[in-house]
């Protein structure tokens, strides 16, 4: 299903503005959409509707509950669950592919492409979470 949520999303317009009908499908299938928006936000839609702050690039930790809240208590438990995560890593304004987002991640994931004018203003990602831990 991440194939075919990236493909229906490939080709998009800034801002990018998800169907709720894109939005259901991806919730049936926990399916999440990520996606960056003006110059600091990293969207995530879909089985997680949340929004961070990325201004400069953030790493997002994630694991199959949805994101993970960093509040780095020192315990080692959330250490453990920290370390358990998967990242994706938001990066801005990147010169080798020229686009003012990029994504990089070890979670199989499908990519798709977001337009501003004939540029490139966003290289999404679509993933699943069932393909992740708890």
Same mark, same amino acid.
């Given at each position: 299903m991440i194939n075919e949520i990236a493909e &229906? /999303?490939?080709?998009?317009? @800034?801002?990018l503005e998800i169907t709720e009908e894109i939005?259901? /499908?991806?919730? +049936?299938?926990? !399916? !999440?959409? !990520?996606? $960056?928006?003006?110059?600091? /936000? &990293? +969207?995530?839609? $879909?089985?997680?509707?949340?929004?961070? $702050?990325a201004y400069n690039g953030v790493f997002a930790r994630i694991n199959?509950? $949805?994101l993970f809240d960093d509040h780095d208590c020192g315990c +080692? @438990?959330? /250490?453990?669950?920290?370390n358990a995560c998967s990242q994706i890593r938001?990066?801005?304004?990147n010169k080798d592919r020229k686009c003012s987002w990029l994504y990089k991640t070890d979670i199989p994931h499908t990519e798709f492409t977001v337009f501003e004018g004939n540029d490139v203003f966003c290289y999404g990602i679509v993933f699943s979470l069932d393909n992740l831990t708890p």
């Amino acid at each position: 299903m991440i194939n075919e949520i990236a493909e &229906m /999303l490939d080709n998009s317009k @800034y801002p990018l503005e998800i169907t709720e009908e894109i939005i259901a /499908l991806a919730k +049936e299938n926990n !399916v !999440v959409i !990520v996606f $960056g928006a003006c110059d600091d /936000l &990293m +969207e995530f839609r $879909g089985a997680i509707d949340e929004e961070i $702050g990325a201004y400069n690039g953030v790493f997002a930790r994630i694991n199959k509950n $949805g994101l993970f809240d960093d509040h780095d208590c020192g315990c +080692e @438990y959330a /250490l453990a669950a920290k370390n358990a995560c998967s990242q994706i890593r938001a990066i801005w304004n990147n010169k080798d592919r020229k686009c003012s987002w990029l994504y990089k991640t070890d979670i199989p994931h499908t990519e798709f492409t977001v337009f501003e004018g004939n540029d490139v203003f966003c290289y999404g990602i679509v993933f699943s979470l069932d393909n992740l831990t708890p």
